[in-house]
């Protein structure tokens, strides 16, 4: 599975930027996706996922400025990212995660796209 997000760039604080994320090379629908962000010298944190069936989850730091969509297309994701500070700077990646079940056993395969840089300015 290979997943390429757009729409990163730079914007001034206030502002606005969507990213999109489409996953390729699978036939299978992904149980969960979303966006995880690095800003430099900090850990990789959460800021949304969501499920196949439309559950979102969101960091409290971005929760009511954020919101993340399903697309129409098979397996893409969107983020609106509205009201953007400073601290929302940071190289955005899109996750994935596909969950089996076998047996009774259930494994969880997760994917990362390369990221793209948002970059918000004071």
């Known amino acids: 599975v290979q997943l390429q997000a757009s729409g990163g760039g730079l914007v001034q604080a206030g502002g606005s930027l969507r990213l999109s994320c489409a996953a390729s090379g699978t036939i299978f629908s992904l149980d969960v996706m979303g966006w995880y962000r690095q800003a430099p010298g900090k850990q990789r944190e959460l800021v949304a996922t969501i499920t196949s069936g439309g559950s979102a989850n969101y960091a409290d730091s971005v929760s009511g400025r954020f919101t993340i969509s399903r697309g129409n297309a098979k397996n893409t994701v969107d983020l609106q990212m509205n009201s953007l500070r400073p601290e929302d700077t940071a190289v955005y990646y899109c996750?994935?995660?596909?969950?089996?079940?076998?047996?009774?056993?259930?494994?969880?395969?997760?994917?990362w796209g390369p990221g793209t840089q948002v970059t918000v300015s004071s």
């Open positions: 996750y994935a995660r596909r969950i089996t079940v076998r047996a009774g056993v259930r494994d969880e395969y997760d994917y």
